[in-house]
């Protein structure tokens, strides 16, 4: 039909969701309800976190080999530099590999507050996620997605600096990219572009963060620009989470259906384990569960 409501044709876009590992019951039953929601809607893969200074290591695993024991979803467990030799990234990669998974997300990390905010890679480990994807590929062969980030990382000495690590990564073996959430399509789509010239051909799915708390927003952010419009958009709903709910699904909605407009297909949510904002979306976007 011919309304803005309707973004994408049914059967047209394909997704993916990311999750965090759960921290206790609670929070487990949480995330089993979200993916129970989301896996009708047939998403290409499934992606699960690895917390800081690599804290969640064994749950990241759990929640993994859940997915591959008891769904049909492809799971992506997520992996980072921090913390760790070479040789304890290895053993993790073949835990996987002999857990049946075939997809990772290599990612250097965050470094830990403590460290003041510079990455000290450990001594025997690796020092870039474009080391750690090489590490991997020559491990097992593995599906791996990289981190990309259309307003450039905060650390990278400039944007073609950040565009050559990217490429960088994909060279050493990486499938695809998924970019750090952003708000602004013309920031995404000029990196699409920038990214073609320097000859990037790996398909570069779009990050997708409904909104869920502000203030976690602008802290998470980093160089991701928070435009005006979003700010007024989200004036007095500081106190009121169902509205705000609300209407991020639908900023997050109208973000995907310019994406799409732009010839975007694939899209990756950040779900924050809550099914109802990403499902919303799905649905706008033409997307229909699965017989
Ligand atoms: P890299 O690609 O290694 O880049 C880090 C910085 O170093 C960049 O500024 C880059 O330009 C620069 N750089 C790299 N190599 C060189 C070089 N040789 N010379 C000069 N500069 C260089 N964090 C977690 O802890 N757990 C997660 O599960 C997680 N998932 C994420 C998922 C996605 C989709 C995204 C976008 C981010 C995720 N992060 C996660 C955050 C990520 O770990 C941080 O953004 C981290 O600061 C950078 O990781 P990276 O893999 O992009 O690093």
Redesign the pocket.
């Known amino acids: 039909p011919d309304h803005p409501l309707f973004a994408g044709l049914p059967g047209d876009v394909s997704v993916s969701f990311e999750f965090f590992p759960p921290k206790n019951e609670k929070m487990e039953a949480q995330l089993w309800d979200a993916i129970g929601q989301l896996a009708p809607l047939d998403p290409s893969f499934v992606s699960v ?4 200074g690599g804290t969640t290591r064994e749950r990241t695993h759990a929640t993994v080999a859940r997915l591959v024991q008891e769904t049909d979803l492809i799971p992506a467990a ?1 992996l ?1 530099c ?1 913390g760790a030799s070479k040789g304890e990234i290895a053993e993790i990669a073949d835990q996987y590999w002999e857990a049946g998974v075939r997809r990772l ?1 290599a ?4 470094p830990p507050p403590e460290s003041g905010g510079t990455f000290v890679p450990h001594p025997e480990g690796y020092a ?3 080391e750690l994807v090489e590490g991997l590929a020559r491990s097992h062969d593995f599906d791996i997605s ?4 259309p307003e450039v ?1 905060p ?3 400039s944007a073609e ?2 565009l050559d ?1 990217l490429k960088r ?1 994909l060279d050493a073996g990486a499938a695809r990219a ?3 959430f952003f708000f602004s399509t013309d920031a995404y789509f000029r990196f699409l572009d920038k990214a073609l010239a320097a000859g990037i051909t790996a398909p570069i799915l779009p ?1 997708i963060m409904p909104v869920t708390s502000f203030a976690a927003i602008r802290r998470m952010s980093g160089n991701t620009e928070i435009p005006g419009w979003m700010v007024a958009l989200f004036e007095g709903l500081d106190e009121r989470p169902g509205p705000r709910t609300l209407v991020a699904a639908v900023a997050a909605a109208d973000l995907c259906r310019r994406l799409y407009a732009g010839g975007v297909r694939d899209f990756h949510f950040y779900t924050l384990n809550k099914a109802e904002q990403a499902y919303t979306i799905c649905h706008l976007l033409g997307l229909r569960p699965k017989a």
């Open positions: 976190t690895y917390g800081a997520h980072t921090v997300v990612l250097r990390g965050d870039s996620a474009a990289v981190a990309a980030y990382h650390e990278a000495a600096a950040d690590n990564k998924i970019t750090q990050g």
